[in-house]
């Protein structure tokens, strides 16, 4: 066969070829994933998260093509018994990144170390005050209880009230709360109060007498010696002429009356009106809910346990992530809604206004402002209150 016969055919035949490779190569690209790649170093001892991965204890998806330019967020989910430590890798340190190249990152997940016991200091009421009660936080000493010692967090700021019973005074307090009845718990404390009887007491001295008038025109300037007490002297002086009567001064103050009666007098200043145990126990929940508050700003997850011993750990120590935030602010409203307190119960459910800006160390800062709705009960009389339950619903917007 001549090459003239056998030329078509072969121009067929490459030309067939090139399209069949054509073909080929863009079905390759149609099925070729498009994006730059996000690779998860897988972590032990919990899991990463985040659109199309789920990285580690709970999942092996470890890779995902990611469009150009997409931001990323990790999560971290660390299993129980362990804490999350930080990212590791192009998402250190707050667990974000711009897909702008691939990116390889991770995370490090450690066992939670066991929070050694606060440090507590007592406090002790002695002598046992008599004609009165000392009050304070799980102290309720003297005539109306028996509870006089009571352990406190070291360095804390104890305050103690004192009130007096009927016919009694109180005078003060004694050792280590004198004289206002603070103290600061940095080493262990005793302290007292002293009541003494109204009738026992000692009056005022009375005030010194006028000094005399000088003399002058028309009459002497006092009175004649010899003269008793009360007598009219000096230009005023004389009856039946229109001038007054210099009166005499009064009886000193606690001088027996003609039945032989002594005048209770009271003491100097102002003595603090007896504190009902409602009142008393409204000042310790408002306490606790300000405790709360200071554990978010510190970002201090088991503080924030101590007040809520129910709480969501892993919740919160997402929420408190030391990684993610650079602080938090919290704040309780003053007007706090007591829907029930039973302060011998050691029952109370309240309602407040909870504010808390998050202040992340990437995007802007984040605020919730919630209405808090919490149950909290005391073990006992002597216990310390705290959060049994909470729930939160966003506070509704004011109208403008």
Known sequence: MSMRRWLPVGVAAFVAIGSIAAIAMLIVSWLRPSGVLLTITKPANGTLTASGIRCGTRGNDCTANRPKDEPIELSPEPDAGYTFVGYTGDCAPGGRTVMSAARTCGAAFEPLTQTPAATTRSLTILPVP??????????????????????????????????????????????????????????????????????????????????????????????????????????????????????????????????????????????????????????????????FCIAHEELNPEGVQRTYPTVNMQALRNQLNKSQYKSVRCNVGDAIKFDLLDAAGGKAKVEADLTRVYEHTVNKPKTDEQIATMSLSRPSGRGTWQIDSATYRPKPKKDK
Do not use: W, Y
Request: with cysteine.
């Open 130 to 291: 008599t004609g009165g009660t000392v009050e304070g936080i799980d102290i309720l000493c003297g005539t109306k209880g028996t509870a006089c010692s009571a352990n406190h967090p070291e360095n804390v700021l104890v305050d103690l009230i004192a009130t007096a019973d009927e016919g009694f005074t109180f005078m003060g307090f004694l050792g280590d709360c004198a004289p206002l009845g603070k103290t600061q718990m940095t080493s262990p404390r005793t302290c007292s109060a002293n009541f003494q009887r109204a009738s026992l007491v000692p009056s005022p001295p009375p005030p010194p007498p006028p000094p005399p008038g000088r003399g002058g025109r028309g009459g002497g300037g006092g009175p004649a010696p010899g003269t008793p007490p009360g007598t009219p002297a000096g230009p005023n002086a004389g009856t039946g002429s229109g001038r007054g009567m210099t009166p005499a001064p009064p009886p000193p103050p606690n001088q027996p009356p003609s039945g032989g009666e002594t005048i209770p007098v009271g003491p100097p200043g102002d003595v603090k009106a007896p504190i009902t145990p409602d009142e008393f126990a409204k000042n310790q929940i408002q306490t606790l809910l300000k405790e």
